[in-house]
């Protein structure tokens, strides 16, 4: 069992480039990095997980949607956006950003937008949902939707 002290987890959300995973502040009593997976590539878990294994830090990788149990449990101190574009209006984000900064604005805690891995297409192919590592999720006659970022409103940015 994972030993989540209160206000704990800095809590990560899509493919965040190098350069910006060396400004998060991972160290000091109790912390601890939680990646949430990156459905459907997974390559969220992998890149982020890789870059703090490097650096000595053992993170947490989770399923996307586990991120409300760790918010109703007020362990989240702070979440982390791959931001692809931001304005006044709003950010880019990988997907899957929108609930964490919906979830960070209920419970009163800090999202921070860093740059993120640009996508080439903001669409994936809707067959990775269908699979994961080779396996079918699903049946191969199920539709699939599988948009790669979406658009966080300025609100939730505060």
């Known amino acids: ?35 949430s997976e990156g459905r459907p590539s997974l390559r969220a878990a992998e890149h982020n997980s890789r ?23 007020g362990y989240v101190k702070e979440v982390v956006l791959a931001c692809q574009y931001a304005d006044t209006n709003g950010a880019l984000c990988d997907m899957g950003s929108l609930i964490l900064a919906v979830l960070a604005r209920k419970h009163k805690v800090p999202v921070r937008l860093l740059d993120g891995e640009h996508k080439k297409h903001f669409l994936g192919n809707p067959k990775d949902l269908l699979t994961l590592k080779g ?24």
């Not at 002290?5 to 060396?22: F, H, P, R, Y």
């Not at 650096?55 to 760790?70: E, H, R, Y």
Request: hydrophobic letters at 45%; glycine letters at 6%.
């Open 1 to 35: 069992m994972l030993d989540f002290k209160e206000n704990s987890v800095i809590l990560l959300q899509g493919v965040l480039t190098d350069g910006a995973l060396a400004k998060i502040k991972h160290k000091g009593k109790g912390i601890r990095v939680v990646i």
């Open 51 to 73: 870059y703090f294994l490097d650096k000595k830090v053992t993170p947490v990788i989770i399923c996307d949607n586990m991120a409300g149990f760790l918010f109703f449990k």
């Open 135 to 158: 396996q079918p999720t699903a049946s191969s006659k199920t539709h699939a939707y599988a948009p790669l970022v979406e658009w966080v409103p300025a609100k939730y940015l505060k």
